[in-house]
């Protein structure tokens, strides 16, 4: 584990089936801290500050790659990016909680691998988790257009109360003027010049093609799509 780092445990998934509809708000107005990090992926190597996100509904999602609660969060957080993405901004926090985890090639390679669709800020040295005062992995937190915390809740399953305080939040700050509507701060990065991503298996035989299993986000359905001539697609695996 990296020194100085507690150990928090991450929640177990399972919502009850009498979970609430809704996430409840916070008691307090508490103004958002500001995103400090060492760098930013995602937004075409421009910084993002809260006066960036003013306006929009931000959702701040503090993961690490290899913690699977987290990546369940990311793909329960995919329909809310687009049924709300002219005023939601989803902000991952990256929060390595082992060291190999703080490596900047890893993290950008696991944000390739899992289509992280959003900004990411890169926080090797928990500057930001420790401001929210996050305490275990995935930690989520909603900000207000104005700047101010609203809500904070950590583990998985929280999808359906995320879209109901989201849904509140829009006609509370269209009614006051506040809500922006429009593009936000994600810029996609390059596609890659390369035909297959993160192979997982790769099998070699006498007279025969190289056959390699694709893993990650990459179906064999998105190989198919980028075959080239002389490339034949198998179930389970492409070979060329």
Not at 150 to 161: Q, R
Not at 217 to 227: E, I, T, Y
Request: hydrophobic share 40%; with cysteine; aromatic share 6%.
């Amino acid at each position: 584990m990296m020194v100085g780092m507690t150990a928090p445990q991450t929640p177990n998934p399972a919502p009850s089936a009498d979970a609430p509809a809704a996430v409840p708000r916070a008691a307090t107005r508490v103004r958002a801290s500001e995103l400090v990090g060492r760098g930013w992926l995602n937004t075409g190597g421009e910084q993002v500050t809260l006066e960036d996100l003013r306006g929009k509904v931000v959702l701040l999602d503090f993961w690490t790659f290899c913690c699977i609660n987290c990546l369940h969060v990311l793909d329960e957080l995919r329909p809310l990016e687009e049924r709300f993405s002219d005023v939601l901004v989803t902000v991952g926090v990256h929060s390595p909680k082992f060291e190999h985890e703080a490596d900047r090639d890893a993290l950008e390679a696991a944000v390739e691998r899992y289509a992280v669709h959003h900004p990411v800020l890169d926080d090797p040295d928990l500057t930001t988790w420790q401001a929210y005062a996050a305490r275990a992995w995935p930690t989520l937190v909603v900000l207000d257009p104005e700047g101010y915390i609203v809500a904070s809740m950590s583990g998985e399953g929280h999808a359906h109360g995320l879209s109901v305080l989201i849904d509140d939040l829009i006609a509370e700050h269209t009614t006051k003027g506040t809500l922006r509507r429009g593009d936000g701060p994600y810029v996609a990065p390059p596609a890659p010049e390369t035909l297959l991503r993160f192979p997982g298996k790769v099998i070699t035989a006498p007279a025969r093609p190289v056959q390699a299993q694709p893993t990650g986000r990459q179906s064999a359905d998105d190989a198919a799509a980028s075959a080239g001539a002389g490339e034949h697609l198998t179930r389970g695996g492409f070979f060329v």
